[in-house]
């Protein structure tokens, strides 16, 4: 098909339906005119991607065909539907992708993370640095569990679901740099370590792990989400595949901010069992238990709906009226 010779025979519907799309008001003949317009403008962006595709006509087309919808069918927002298909389709589809990232970031952090703490307890020169014996010793002792409940726990539990979600968005939006998750991973994993070290070096290891399990299992796990999202992003970059570095960065980008989105939901969750369960009354087991429940939960979540919409063809990729429609490129 001739592209040039296809449109100069069809732009004059195409700049008629440009017009009609971005009056303030129709009448009646000119609502019908809008909608045959743009039936017959569809066609022929099919026709022109199946049989022609010309990039550049068909985002010029693609857009004049946006608007006029909008027109015709003015946008409603998110409605139920669009939610439920987010969270039982979408969003599971997105972690599922990044499920052996996420494995991946979880075996780095555990190496280094046990590697500083033991490190720590063996070395006299690396405890000075981190503090004085008194400072190391008062840590163990009080401030440790006392930063569970120092403070009122919905102020708690708010002041950790924003942190972590702060967190979570760094690790994936920074993560086309490569630099930026592997630092963030670094310094957590150092942390937790360190701070196992010391609880270790004055005989609370038990306090340590008796803490920091009920919400770590689920926060942690998020965080190892975001960090594993972060450096699929910068393996997109390195490694495009088929697609254009342009249109891969696009495509993988929108999933993971997916990723993001639901992060947000699951630190909330690992922030309400912190703030309120791990400096409960309940017995250590409990309080495990609880964070142990909620981990499995994410993990069925994600295997048991994400595999299944992974094999439906879904990819985690928001709707295109929510995401962005794709333009065509020439091979």
Known sequence: MDTDAYAAAHRAEWKRLEELSRRRRLSGAEVDELTGLYRAGAAHLSRIRTQSPDPALIS?????????????????GIGPEHLARFLLVTLPAAFYRVRWWTVGVLVVFVVLGVASGWWFTQSPS??????????LQQYANEAFEAYYS????????????????????????????????????????????????????HGDLGVFFGLILPHGLMELTAVFVALGAGFKMFWTVVVPGDRSWIRALREEGTRLIVVAVGLVMVMGVSAIVEAFVTPSGLPTWGKIAIGAAVLAGYWVYTLVLGRRAVRMGDLGDLAEEHGGYTVLEAA
């Open 126 to 135: 690396f405890q000075a640095q981190v503090g004085t014996p008194s400072q």
């Open 60 to 76: 010029r087309l693609s857009t004049t065909l946006g608007e006029a919808r909008a027109r015709l069918a003015p946008a409603r």
């Open 150 to 201: 120092n403070y009122p726990a919905p102020d708690f539990a708010a002041q950790l679901w924003t942190n972590n979600a702060w967190i979570a968005f760094q690790a994936v939006g920074g993560g086309v740099t490569g630099v930026w998750p592997a630092y963030l991973l670094w310094q957590n994993a150092i942390n937790v370590g360190v701070a196992g070290g010391i609880m270790a070096v």
